[in-house]
């Protein structure tokens, strides 16, 4: 079993920055691939970001590519998303997920094995 909790979600202005963090616990941090996805009102969780085990893969989506960086450190079990530009249209709850070994897409929500709560961005213009 892998826990995962999400920090760092709040209210921020148009253009602003914040930096989320998840830790996990329960399972060696360094196998996991680790993902960033979030879910606006009434939207569909979507893909935001990937980085690999080791920390030498990410991958970012157009939508948020340039703003957003996704990082990890592996001897603090912890995972990062560092925001920057922030816009009205991030609004979101952002979660983290965890993949144990390579189960496919990484853009494919079904294929992560573990989630966290949850913490809200809001993105006021």
């Known amino acids: 079993q892998v826990q995962l909790v999400e920090s760092g979600g709040g209210l921020v202005q148009d253009g602003g920055s914040l930096r989320l963090s998840c830790a996990a616990s329960?399972?060696?941090?360094?196998?996991?691939?680790m993902a960033w996805f979030r879910q606006g009102p009434g939207k569909e969780r979507e893909f935001v970001a990937v980085?690999?085990?080791?920390?030498?893969?990410?991958y970012h989506p157009d939508s948020v590519k340039g703003r957003f960086t996704i990082s990890r450190d592996n001897a603090k079990n912890t995972v990062y998303l560092q925001m920057n530009s922030l816009k009205p249209e991030d609004t979101a709850a952002y979660y983290c997920?965890?993949?144990?070994?390579?189960?496919?897409?990484?853009?494919?929500?079904?294929?992560?094995?573990?989630w966290g709560q949850g913490t809200q961005v809001t993105v006021s213009s």
């Open positions: 997920a965890a993949m144990v070994g390579y189960r496919g897409s990484y853009y494919t929500r079904g294929n992560y094995d573990y």
């Open positions: 329960g399972r060696t941090f360094s196998i996991l691939n």
């Open positions: 980085i690999n085990y080791s920390g030498g893969d990410t």
